[in-house]
C-alpha cells in the first residue's frame, strides 16, 4: 500500500518547490492550552513563526484573520467572504498553489485550509 497521502507533501518536494512564484507557503500556528480551572485558552502562534519558519513563508492568524468575530461563539470558522479576504491578504489567490502547515499537531493547517 502506497504511503501518500492525498494532498499532502513531503519535506523534499517542499524544499524543491520553496521560491516558486506560484506557491504560497503559509504557517497556521495557533497555541492552545486548557488551564485547570476548565476553560480554554486560544492564543495565535506568530510569536512562535517570528521565531522560525518555513523560508518564504507568510502567517495567518487563524483567530484574529480567519474567524468571525461577531458569532455566537468564539473562534467559529469564517464565512466564505471573510475567509476569501483574509485568504488574499496572505496571498492566495487564482492559480496559486498553496501548502499550509503549522509547528503542532497540524490540527491547525487542517482548520485552515477547511475553513
Request: aromatic share 8%; charged share 15%; proline share 7%.
Amino acid at each position: 500500500m502506497s504511503e501518500h497521502k492525498p494532498h499532502t507533501v513531503s519535506p523534499e518536494w517542499l524544499y524543491e518547490q520553496v521560491g516558486d512564484e506560484d506557491l504560497v507557503v503559509v504557517d497556521a500556528t495557533t497555541h492552545l492550552t486548557m488551564p485547570p480551572d476548565g476553560s480554554v485558552h486560544i492564543e495565535p502562534g506568530l510569536a512562535t513563526y517570528l521565531e522560525a519558519h518555513i523560508p518564504g513563508a507568510v502567517y495567518a492568524d487563524l483567530f484574529t484573520d480567519f474567524s468571525e468575530h461577531l458569532a455566537p461563539l468564539p473562534f467559529t470558522a469564517a464565512s466564505s467572504e471573510r475567509f476569501a479576504a483574509a485568504a488574499g491578504a496572505v496571498g492566495i489567490g487564482q492559480g496559486r498553489r498553496v501548502v499550509v502547515y503549522d509547528q503542532s499537531s497540524g490540527v491547525w493547517a487542517a482548520r485552515c485550509g477547511g475553513s
